[in-house]
């Protein structure tokens, strides 16, 4: 079973919309989540982090936190075509060793398009 | 701009060769990491500094050498490749400190393709 599961996609949005992406982790001991912007032949750029049940907010981005179904998402209101790119879902779990690194795992990521 | 910067940012090199990957730092992150992305693959973690302390080893082939002389500086040192091992290989930085909910801050990766 993969730790952190995303659906690939693609998916495919129209330019105002609201795009809805999804990730289940399977480690319930997973403490810190985060969302990752990858752009073809760059970097991930983090745009979002939760740690806590329920929504946190930052401009057209939203994460959702549900840890009794180990459930995070990311919503993009008023989609651009600037916002096409493949988004990472990352899960952190404390490093077993008692360290205070953290072991973060990625999902594979969707494709998200957003058309004009 | 990124603050973590690497180069180089293509790298062709055949089986039989030596080379190796830079990566420097300048957010005052004390752990370093190496990510290996393949296509239609997760990111896997390879290795992680703290401290300059090797802390995981994500039980990756000796082909693969890394290399922490200082918290602001890592190198993948290489040798002996396959041709699996293509792929994009990227450094990120993090506070160690609370590292779980510290965020990784990546460079823009280096493009290997082993010939």
């Known amino acids: 079973q993969k730790e952190v599961e995303q659906n690939s996609g693609p998916l495919s949005v129209p330019e105002g919309a609201i795009a809805s992406l999804n990730c289940t982790y399977s480690?319930?001991?997973?403490?810190?989540f985060f969302w990752y912007r990858q752009y073809s032949g760059k970097s991930p750029e983090l745009i979002m982090s939760i740690y806590s049940n329920g929504d946190k907010e930052d401009g057209r981005f939203t994460a959702q936190l549900n840890k009794a179904s180990q459930y995070v998402s990311l919503l993009i209101r008023d989609s651009q075509p600037s916002d096409s790119a493949t988004y990472l879902c990352a899960g952190g779990l404390p490093n077993a060793g008692g360290t205070s690194y953290g072991k973060l795992t990625f999902g594979q990521g969707t494709i998200l398009t957003v058309h004009p | 701009e990124t603050g973590v910067t690497q180069t180089p940012r293509h790298l062709v090199m055949g089986m039989t060769n030596k080379k190796s990957l830079k990566c420097e730092q300048h957010?005052?992150?004390?752990?370093m990491y190496w990510y290996k992305q393949s296509a239609k693959k997760p990111l896997e973690l390879m290795f992680v500094?703290?401290?300059?302390?090797?802390?995981e080893n994500n039980s990756v082939p000796s082909r693969f050498s890394p290399e922490c002389p200082n918290s602001s500086h890592l190198f993948l040192h290489l040798h002996t490749l396959q041709p699996e091992d293509s792929a994009l290989y990227l450094c990120?930085?993090?506070?160690?400190?609370?590292?779980?909910?510290?965020?990784?801050?990546f460079g823009n990766g280096t493009r290997l393709t082993v010939t």
């Open positions: 957010l005052g992150h004390n752990a």
């Open positions: 480690d319930r001991g997973s403490q810190s």
């Open positions: 990120a930085s993090s506070h160690r400190e609370g590292a779980l909910y510290s965020p990784l801050h």
């Open positions: 500094y703290s401290l300059e302390e090797r802390v």
